[in-house]
């Protein structure tokens, strides 16, 4: 009887809370910003949350320049800051990076609400959600599925913490590859993370070392 209560107030307090804090929707449950508490205890904003870190910004920048040179502009859409997706009734995501055909993602299409038609290719960096009834092994594991099942035909999601990126294709085994390899992004154009961020002297913790 207390557990059922319990879980009621839960479901109640989560009700009340600003639906800014709501990052996505995922079979039908809303999944809040990463540190969404902080903000409810004043310890931070909502806009101290919303943002990248240095390093997320960093990626983010060098995978869209590769993107730009990569996708010509006259039959694709780049599309970045956090660009919706709404899969179906229940589930609602958010892309750091979504390239769109033109073809699929027409005017008539581009609205004030999220784009309801597949991205062709899919990038996004870290986990922006806070994580408290599924594991991030989960999480990650049922986005990208349901992102291949709605017609996305590739998924690449880096991990800073793990230096990896997975990379999904619906019919085929998913990779998981450290970021210093040359990785193909499409028709030829790849990228090297590891070896970019060496580039620019921007030094990473390596893995194993990490507390």
Known sequence: MEASRGKFQEKQAHKALPE??????????????KDYKAVL??????????????????????????????????HYRVLTNEVGSHISKNNNFAHDIAIFEKSVLTPDKIKSSYPDVPAKIVIEVDLAVELEELTEHEYLHRKTQKMLDFGVEHVFWITTKTQKVLLATPGENWQLID?????ELYSGHSFNIGRYLEEEGIRVEERGNKK
Not at 20 to 33: K, M, Q, S
Not at 43 to 64: A, C, F, H, N, P
Not at 179 to 183: G, R
Request: hydrophobic share 40%; net charge negative; glycine share 6%.
């Open 41 to 74: 205890n004043h310890s931070k904003t909502l806009e101290d949350i919303m943002g990248s870190s240095g390093l997320q910004s960093v990626i983010i920048e060098y995978l869209l320049r590769i993107c730009y040179a990569c996708f010509d502009a006259a």
């Open 179 to 183: 970021w210093d390899k040359d990785i």
């Open 20 to 33: 800014a804090l709501i990052y996505e929707v995922l079979d039908g449950r809303p999944l809040y910003r």
